[in-house]
Every structure is written in structure tokens, then in C-alpha cells.
């Protein structure tokens, strides 16, 4: 091989070595807080993330139904559609328990 | 149907396949009509340089093939939770009626995929390109497998329901259940045991003698009844649990993923034995080292399978 | 595998620099891209499914006229009766909009600031003043809500307004954690009796009620059943919510490669159209070679290994980016997809997410898109005749 193939071989090499390193480091050092948050979880009982809570029908996704999103404030306009993709069950069975 | 990654990726993966095993297709058929090697005609030039494009998009197809096999189980076992019911891919690939066969396809696309390369191989070390109007032959059938597959699949992500409730590993792989799987297991365990052992002494016997046509034989028996006698007995001992027969589940983390292990062995150790067998009934001077590899992992395969057995019953002295 | 090959494409890749360059800047930046969300949408995902365990197993709601409505408390005793059913509890929560600030907080309710719950939280809220809390009527809000609060001049005590007009004043004891900020942002937990007052709801309706189940084998039977004894009742089990945020972050990440499936076509074009668009110093290249004796297959082999190098780094150094862009950057501007409108946004940290699955579909979603794109063209080149190159 000659001297580029050697050059590209080490590259190569430390590339992966970093790559190994950066996925280990993070590893050691993320911080979940497991205990915290299920102690809250289980204190509230309410599923999703305050992540997106333009609307209350988006905040606790889980629990809302299609029609819930007619029922807001007068001034609240109707963003729903641009700004949150949802996708709802075709049959709308929440407890997804039916004969076959 | 779902638009989750995984499929997403599965698909644009299908669709590039199906593009380029087109134009493979297409190739193949003229080379097979016009192929003439001693002619010196412009046709003929082209056509040698068109086998070559057909053999570099055989090659791609099949080197993703591979891991996408693996990565196809692993999305299966990705939906499984989603799908009400399903454990493991099992329950997903059940599901359909079709999902099976889908899996029948894939093998034994690997297989024809993995014998054309190996085929391909030795025509280029011939000078006369003996094998090529063979070889295309071959790939004009692979690619209506190919095909049937690529539909297959399509058709199975997009017909996966997330509200009907599948019947998983449990009742699927179990001697009450009412699937086709279930006549399989009137088979009692000793005949199958015994039958794995047999066959693979036979295969032992016969890489010694170095006879390809009973090799050949004995490895396709070796490969079938290898996954039948996983199901029915070793897999009990892999799940410590004299009820579950799955094939799948041993591919989950929870088992360290030995089924990857597993399969990736028993398919070298048969598709070696398989492949080198037949290019060796068509031309003489094929190397015989496929003996050794096929002897070697199918012997690992069995080494594998058997330990777990063993391991149990020297832990807990009774066998299940 | 022929090393002089190896070192061959890769001096071939260094003669065309700018053109090797500016491939694999792009070709990074797509894997940059797509794993980033990959990632942002994998961390969210395992943020939620964290807390899943601890969420209720079946929460009983009632539907009138195909809409959430109050629950008879009175249901709970028949519920009760069920086999298997541990325990029945009533929930009152809700939703308050803020006007002022054009925001939504979620109200929880709990049975009074019991020293049951005293362990917990301690766990989860700052320096709370246990007994303080039990005396007076106060509550414990997210950091999000007492931000918000703050800016319109509410310290330490909030004025709500209930249905017939009359203001509520409550105090305001501590915040959460900042730890549960994902959870916990937009959340005023409060007495039970002080949420039915501003809420106006009657003493003998509910929310919702959460069945504790002693067999987790039993739920789908018991939601059966539930379904039986109240039709108008929507009975959410815990593989339902499951599902639901599974199915959300597939859909979005899902949407977000159907945008990525264009990008990753007009790559396929350019690369396409760089293989295949040969300077005619490349043509000579090319032709000395064959005329030296190499053959087709040679030449298709040295366009692969460079095809290969060019990727392997791009995908390296792309996956790397991303891993450094979203767990130590915390994925500025890329974050806000998932976040969507809200003026309550959390500040919070992602967890670290990473699966082989992932990289996996990284690989799958980049690489065979790049080699596809060079073969026809690399086999054209390949394919040409010396004395036509050299012409």
C-alpha cells in the first residue's frame, strides 16, 4: 500500500477510536434521573412530555380524543393541523380490544 | 400501515433493488438470447461488458441483502411493540397471512443470490466464460423471486394493522395452536434429536469422503432439520422453558441475541456446503476447502446448540 | 481485497480534491442531518418510556356525545367489584388557560398534602416545607408555570379565575425539580378540593378513574370487561399509551424522512452526474490504465474503494457531529421540530439514547443510496475502450 493508503488507514483508525470514545463518554456521563421522574410520574399519573402544550388537547396526547380539538377557547385559533402531526387510530377503539 | 424509519429505509431500499435488478433483468435476457462466445461481433463486445454491470449490481443486491435480513428481524421486533398481542417478530411476521412465505423468500433469495456470486466467481477464472448464459439463466429466476419478495414486503408493512390483536410465539409455536406449525410438533422430540445427530454424523461422513452429490443432500436435510429440531427442542433449552418454541425470540436482547449467532452459522455452514457442491459437480478443478468450511460451521452451529442443553442440565440435573 | 487497489483510489480521491471535498462535505452533512433528528427523536422517545411503568395500568374515562366528560364517582364501587381489580381512584385534573399569557397549565389534584406522599417529595420538589403545605392551601408548580407566572408579576401567589367570575387566590410553596422539567413543566399540583372549586365541577364527578390491577396479565380482560359494564366509558390501558408514544415519534421521525427522501434523490442526481461526468484528464487516466492491462473489473473496483472511503468517513465523521450537535450542544434550532408551539417551552436536557438498531438504519438510509448512485456511471467509465479515451 502505498504512503496516502497508510495515512487513510490511520485516519481511519482514529475516527473509529474517537467514535468509541465520544459514544463511552457519553454514556458514562448521561444523567437520566430515573428515580425522580417516575416518582413524579406516579405522583401526577398523567403520560406525555410538556414538550408541546400549545393546546390542551396536544399535551396529553395519549389521553385526547379527535373531537377535543373543537373544544378550545374562542381566541384560540385552529393550529392544530400545521403544527403538530398526529396520528390517530383509523377506528378509533381506545382500548384496541376487539374479536377478530 | 406505519411510516416509522425503519420501514421507510426498508423501502427505499426495495425500490433501488427493484430498479437495478430491472435493468439486470433486462441485460440478462439479451445475453442469455444472443450470448455467443466466439463471435467477435459488436453485439457480443457489448454484451461481455453489459455481464459485468449485471454481475457489480448482483454483488450490491446481495451484500446489502445481508444485513438486511438481520435489520428486516430487528424492525419486526421494533413494531412488535406496537402490534397488540405480539412479543417478538413472530407475532408480527404471523400476523399476515403471507408473512411466512415472505420469510421463505428471503432465504432462499440469500441462497440464489449466494450461489450466483459463488457461480460468478468461478466463470471469471474461466477463460472461456463457460457458465455465463447459466449464470443468467439463473438470475432471470432470481429476479421473479426477487420480485415476489420485494412485493411481499411491501405489501406486508403496509397491510400490518395496529388494533387486530395477533396470537404470538406462545400460541403459535405450540402443540394446541391450530397454525401450520403445530403439525410439526407431532414429531416427539427423541426422533428429531436423533435425527439431527444422525444427520449430522452423515455430514461429518461425508465431507471426509469428499463426495459432492450426498453432501449436497445432506445439507439441505441438515439445514431443514436443524430449524425444525431448533424449534422443537433446542429453543426450549435456550428459553429455560419447556413451552416456548419460538424462533425469534432468541434474537432479542434478553438472550443475548445467540439467535444472530445461530443463524449466521448454520447459513455459512449450509450455503458452503450447498454452493460448493454444485460447483464442483459443474467443473472438477473447484477447490475443495468449502468441505472445511462448511464442516467447520456447521459443526459450530451444532456445538453451539448442543451446549445449551448440557449447561442446563448440569445446573439444574434434570432435563426439561 | 487488493491493498494497491485500496491505495490507489484513495491517491485517485487526493488528485481530485476539490470535487473528492466537496462530496463528502455533503454527504456528511446529510448524515449529519438525519441522525441528529434520529437521535433527538430516539431521546425523547426513551424520556418517555422511562416513566411508563409508573403510569396508571387503566384509566377509566367517560365519553358523551364522542367527548371527554366527568365521571360519576359513583362508578367506582362496580368497578371495584371486578375480579382483579386492586384498587379504584378517582382523579381530578384538568387544564387552565392563562389568558394574560395565552398559555396552558395542566392542574392535578391530590388528596390533601397527605404525609403519605411526604417521602416522594421530598424526591421531587425543592426545598419543600412539608408541614407548611399541610397547613395552608398551597401548591407546587413546574418551573415553566412559575417562570411564566413570574413575568406577569404573580410572586409566590397566583389569582385564579373561577367560572362564575370570583378570584382564587392561592399560594404558590415550591417548584419541581428541575430534573422532571420534561415532565413536570407545565404542572400545578394543588388539593383536591381547591382544583373542583376552580374548576367548578360538581362534589361527585371526576376526571377519571385509575384501576390499580394486582395481574398485569389481566388488563386487556378487565378493559374488556369495562367496556362491557359502561360503553359510553373509554378505557386507556398502559400498552395503549405504549403504542401512543411510540406511533407519535415514529410518525414524526417518519415525516421527517419523507422530507429526507427528496434530499437524499437530489444527492443521488449529484453524485450521479459527478461519476458520470468525466474531465478528460480522468478519460486519459483511465485509458492508460486499461492499456496497461487492467481490466474492467480493476477499474470497478478502484471506483468502489473510493466510493467506500468517501462514505465511511462521511458516515463517521456525520454520526460523530450529531452525537457532539445533540447531547452536548442539546440540538439548538433542530430541537424545535419536536417542541412545536408553545410559549411554555421546557428547558431540558436530552437524555442519552444510542442502539445499534439506530446506526443500523443510518447506514441503511445513506450508504447503499450513495453506492447505487455511482455504479452505472463508475461501470461506464470502466467499460470504455483505451484507444477511445486516449484518442
Redesign the interface.
Known amino acids: ?2 504512503k ?2 497508510k ?2 488507514l490511520v ?2 483508525f482514529v ?2 477510536g ?2 468509541a470514545i ?2 463511552l463518554y ?2 458514562t ?28 388537547f ?8 379527535t ?2 380539538l373543537f ?1 378550545n ?1 374562542p ?2 385559533l385552529e ?1 392544530f393541523p400545521s ?5 390517530f ?3 378509533n ?6 374479536t ?1 | 400501515m406505519f411510516l416509522t424509519p425503519e420501514i421507510i429505509a426498508i423501502y427505499i431500499l426495495d425500490i433501488i433493488f427493484l430498479v437495478f435488478a430491472s435493468f439486470a433483468f433486462i441485460i440478462s435476457i439479451m445475453i442469455v438470447k444472443k450470448w455467443d462466445i466466439n463471435s467477435t461481433s459488436e453485439l457480443q463486445y457489448s454484451l461481455e461488458k453489459r455481464a459485468i454491470l449485471v454481475a457489480t449490481i448482483i454483488k450490491y443486491i446481495f451484500i446489502l441483502k445481508l444485513p438486511l435480513f438481520i435489520f428486516f428481524v430487528f424492525t419486526a421486533d421494533k413494531i412488535s411493540g406496537v402490534i397488540t398481542g405480539a412479543m417478538c417478530a413472530a407475532g408480527v411476521v404471523n400476523s399476515i397471512s403471507f408473512g411466512l412465505w415472505l420469510f421463505v423468500f428471503k432465504i432462499l433469495n440469500l441462497f440464489i443470490f449466494g450461489f450466483w456470486i459463488a457461480l460468478h466467481v468461478k466463470d471469471m477464472q474461466d477463460e472461456k466464460l463457460s457458465f455465463t448464459k447459466l449464470k443468467f439463466s439463473i438470475f432471470i429466476v432470481a429476479f421473479v423471486l426477487l420480485v415476489v419478495e420485494i412485493f411481499y414486503e411491501i405489501s406486508f408493512f403496509s397491510s400490518l394493522d395496529v388494533d387486530k390483536i395477533v396470537s404470538c410465539c406462545g400460541t403459535l409455536f405450540s402443540v394446541a395452536s391450530s397454525s401450520s406449525f403445530s403439525l410439526i410438533f407431532n414429531i416427539p422430540n427423541n426422533v428429531i434429536i436423533t435425527t439431527f445427530y444422525l444427520i449430522f454424523a452423515l455430514l461429518v461422513f461425508f465431507s471426509f469422503l469428499k463426495k459432492e452429490l450426498p453432501f449436497l443432500v445432506i445439507n439441505v436435510i441438515f439445514f431443514i432439520v436443524s430449524l425444525l429440531s431448533l424449534i422443537l427442542f433446542f429453543g426450549t433449552y435456550i428459553y429455560e422453558l419447556p413451552t416456548h418454541h419460538c424462533p425469534y425470540c432468541f434474537l432479542q436482547r434478553e438472550y443475548y441475541y445467540v439467535g444472530y449467532l445461530l443463524y449466521i452459522t448454520l447459513f455459512i455452514g449450509t450455503f458452503s456446503g450447498i454452493s460448493g457442491s454444485i460447483l464442483r459437480m459443474l467443473r472438477a478443478d473447484y477447490k475443495k476447502i468449502f468441505y472445511k468450511t462448511s464442516l467447520i460451521f456447521n459443526s459450530l452451529y451444532v456445538a453451539i446448540v448442543t451446549a445449551y442443553p448440557i449447561i442446563f442440565y448440569i445446573k439444574n440435573g434434570v432435563w426439561l | 481485497m487488493n491493498h494497491f487497489l485500496i491505495g490507489f483510489a484513495i491517491s485517485s480521491l487526493f488528485r481530485r480534491g476539490a470535487k473528492s471535498f466537496f462530496t463528502i462535505f455533503i454527504f456528511t452533512s446529510l448524515i449529519f442531518l438525519l441522525s441528529s433528528i434520529l437521535f433527538i427523536s430516539n431521546s425523547i422517545k426513551e424520556e418517555l418510556f422511562i416513566t411508563l411503568k409508573s403510569l396508571p395500568q387503566i384509566t377509566v374515562q367517560k365519553l358523551q356525545a364522542g367527548r371527554h366528560t366527568n365521571i360519576e364517582i359513583s362508578k367506582i364501587d362496580k368497578l371495584l367489584k371486578l375480579n382483579g381489580v386492586q384498587s379504584a381512584i378517582p382523579r381530578i385534573w384538568g387544564y387552565y388557560y392563562f389568558e394574560k399569557a395565552g398559555v396552558n397549565f395542566s392542574i392535578v389534584g391530590i388528596d390533601s398534602f397527605d404525609k403519605q406522599y411526604k417521602k416522594s417529595f421530598e424526591a421531587i420538589v425543592k426545598d419543600v416545607d412539608f408541614d407548611e403545605l399541610y397547613k395552608n392551601n398551597s401548591m407546587i408548580v413546574g418551573e415553566g408555570v412559575d417562570k411564566v407566572l413570574r413575568e406577569n408579576y404573580y410572586q409566590g401567589v397566583f389569582n385564579f379565575i373561577k367560572p362564575d367570575g370570583e378570584l382564587k387566590k392561592i399560594k404558590i410553596a415550591s417548584t419541581f425539580k428541575s430534573a422532571t422539567a420534561l415532565e413536570s413543566n407545565d404542572i400545578i399540583l394543588m388539593p383536591k378540593d381547591l382544583v373542583l372549586e376552580i374548576f367548578g365541577m360538581n362534589k361527585n364527578e371526576v376526571t377519571d378513574i385509575v384501576l390499580e390491577i394486582a395481574n398485569p396479565e389481566e388488563i386487556p380482560t378487565i378493559a374488556k370487561k369495562i367496556k362491557n359494564l359502561f360503553p359510553d366509558s373509554k378505557v386507556i390501558t398502559n400498552s395503549d399509551l405504549r403504542v401512543s408514544y411510540q406511533n407519535i415519534f415514529d410518525y414524526k421521525s417518519g415525516m421527517f424522512l419523507a422530507l429526507f427522501i427528496i434530499s437524499a434523490f437530489t444527492f443521488f442526481m449529484i453524485v450521479y452526474d459527478k461519476a458520470s461526468g468525466l474531465s478528460s484528464e480522468e478519460k486519459r487516466e483511465i485509458g492508460i490504465l486499461k492499456a496497461l492491462g487492467w481490466k474492467i473489473d480493476d477499474v470497478l473496483k478502484a471506483k468502489f474503494y473510493e466510493a467506500f472511503v468517501v462514505s465511511f468517513i462521511s458516515f463517521l465523521v456525520g454520526v460523530m457531529l450529531a452525537l457532539f450537535f445533540v447531547y452536548t450542544l442539546q440540538a439548538p434550532l433542530l430541537k424545535d421540530i419536536f417542541i412545536g408551539y408553545s410559549r411554555l417551552k421546557p428547558v431540558f436536557d436530552l437524555p442519552f439514547a444510542f442502539d445499534f438498531q439506530t446506526l443500523f438504519l443510518l447506514f441503511f438510509l445513506t450508504i447503499p443510496i450513495y453506492i447505487a448512485a455511482i455504479i452505472i456511471p463508475s461501470w461506464r467509465v470502466a467499460s470504455m475502450n483505451a484507444d477511445e479515451v486516449m484518442r
Open positions: 500500500m502505498n496516502l493508503g495515512y487513510f485516519l481511519l475516527l473509529l474517537l467514535f465520544e459514544t457519553m454514556y456521563t448521561a444523567k437520566h434521573h430515573k428515580t425522580i421522574k417516575n416518582e413524579f410520574v406516579k405522583i401526577v399519573g398523567l403520560p406525555d412530555l410538556a414538550i408541546s402544550n400549545g393546546a390542551n396536544i399535551r396529553h396526547r395519549s389521553y385526547s380524543d373531537f377535543s373544544s377557547g381566541e384560540l393550529y403544527t403538530f402531526t398526529y396520528n387510530a383509523k377506528k377503539n381506545p382500548a384496541r380490544i376487539q377478530p
